[in-house]
């Protein structure tokens, strides 16, 4: 069994940067892809990024393009989310997931194992 913790959410004001954390116990973290989805008041949980298992396969959901990095070091069994310049709109909770096969996917159910999430506000 894979357990997940996410770090570093916060209160931002708009055009800040936050790094989130997402460390992974057990040995087959470096075998498995990552993704991070949000979800805000009201809404659906949406996919935000997701990276294969040795970083060589990357997606971005359009929102987030060109601000949002995802990365990983599998040493450390953890997958980052640098986040910056941050919008109101970035608001939600973010939670970090896993999926027991090497490639990404923008798809929720397709991920086998979720964090408990951490909160991030954008204040403008």
């Known amino acids: 069994q894979v357990q997940l913790v996410e770090s570093g959410g916060g209160l931002v004001q708009a055009g800040g940067s936050l790094r989130l954390a997402c460390l992974a116990s057990?040995?087959?973290?470096?075998?498995?892809?990552a993704g991070w989805f949000r979800q805000a008041p009201g809404k659906e949980r949406e996919f935000v990024a997701a990276?294969?298992?040795?970083?060589?396969?990357?997606y971005y959901a359009d929102p987030v393009k060109g601000r949002f990095t995802i990365s990983r070091v599998n040493a450390k069994n953890t997958v980052y989310l640098q986040m910056n310049s941050l919008k109101p709109e970035d608001s939600a909770v973010y939670y970090c997931a896993l999926r027991k096969v090497a490639g990404p996917t923008r798809s929720a159910p397709r991920y086998d194992y979720w964090g408990q999430g951490t909160q991030v506000t954008v204040s403008s």
């Open positions: 990276i294969s298992w040795n970083g060589g396969s990357i």
């Open positions: 057990g040995s087959a973290f470096s075998g498995y892809a």
